[in-house]
């Protein structure tokens, strides 16, 4: 059983920052990313990064999001500056290795207040 933990998540004011880990217990991903879903909404990507460091970001985070990754720690962070309310949702990290199929992490709140 792999899990993927997240953690950073939190209530934070509108132009601030904040920091999400996620950490897999098992094995390393050939790509990990950060999704998230709004109530009501459907889950989006945000951002993810390749083993190789290829990274691909939604453009309603570009500029102000930065995806990174550990490989040896099998870890990967996203950095979020300048956050708006319509930022918040629960994020959740994904882990896709080089057979098929995706893990997700239980997902973590951000929360942004204007």
């Known amino acids: 059983q792999v899990e993927l933990v997240e953690s950073g998540g939190g209530l934070v004011q509108a132009g601030g920052s904040l920091r999400l880990s996620c950490a897999s217990s098992?094995?390393?991903?050939?790509?990990m990313g950060w999704h998230r879903q709004a109530p009501g909404q459907q889950r989006e990507l945000v951002a993810d990064?390749?083993?190789?460091?290829?990274?691909n970001y939604s453009d309603s985070v570009k500029g102000r999001f930065t995806i990174s990754r550990d490989n040896p720690k099998k870890s990967v962070y996203l950095q979020m500056n300048g956050l708006k309310p319509e930022d918040t949702a629960v994020y959740y990290c994904?882990?896709?290795?080089?057979?098929?199929?995706?893990?997700w992490g239980q997902g973590t709140q951000v929360t942004v207040s204007s």
């Open positions: 994904r882990g896709t290795p080089p057979w098929s199929g995706d893990y």
């Open positions: 990064i390749t083993r190789g460091g290829v990274i």
């Open positions: 098992r094995f390393g991903f050939s790509i």
